[in-house]
Nanobody, 115 residues
Framework: QVQLVESGGGLVQAGGSLRLSCASS????????VGWYRQGLGKQRELVAS???????NYADSVKGRFTISRDNAKNTMYLQMDSLKPEDTAVYYC?????????WGQGTQVTVSS
């Protein structure tokens, strides 16, 4: 069983930055796609960004140019650097590992952006 623990959420003013971290209890496999999702109040969970072991990253259009996803395989940790934050980025952010069709989720961390 893989356990994921997120940290780094909080309250920030519009235009500010936050860095989310997600530590895994197990090593990242080369086949793993790791990513970040978010769920705003009353909204469906949506993909924010994902990255393969080879470093190929994918971003939602709404965060392109503002967010950067990365992974440190040696530390079994993934990150989401969020810059130029907007009030519409307010949500609970979840980290995810997709491994051979199975999904593993963190408990979520709240990000609130004030205007």
């Amino acid at each position: 069983q893989v356990q994921l623990v997120e940290s780094g959420g909080g309250l920030v003013q519009a235009g500010g930055s936050l860095r989310l971290s997600c530590a895994s209890s197990r090593i990242f496999f080369s086949i793993d796609i790791v990513g970040w999702y978010r769920q705003g109040l009353g909204k469906q969970r949506e993909l924010v960004a994902s990255i393969t072991s080879g470093g190929s990253a994918n971003y939602a259009d709404s965060v392109k140019g503002r967010f950067t996803i990365s992974r440190d395989n040696a530390k079994n940790t993934m990150y989401l650097q969020m810059d130029s934050l907007k009030p519409e980025d307010t949500a609970v952010y979840y980290c995810n590992i997709r491994r051979l069709g199975s999904d593993y989720w963190g408990q979520g961390t709240q990000v609130t952006v004030s205007s």
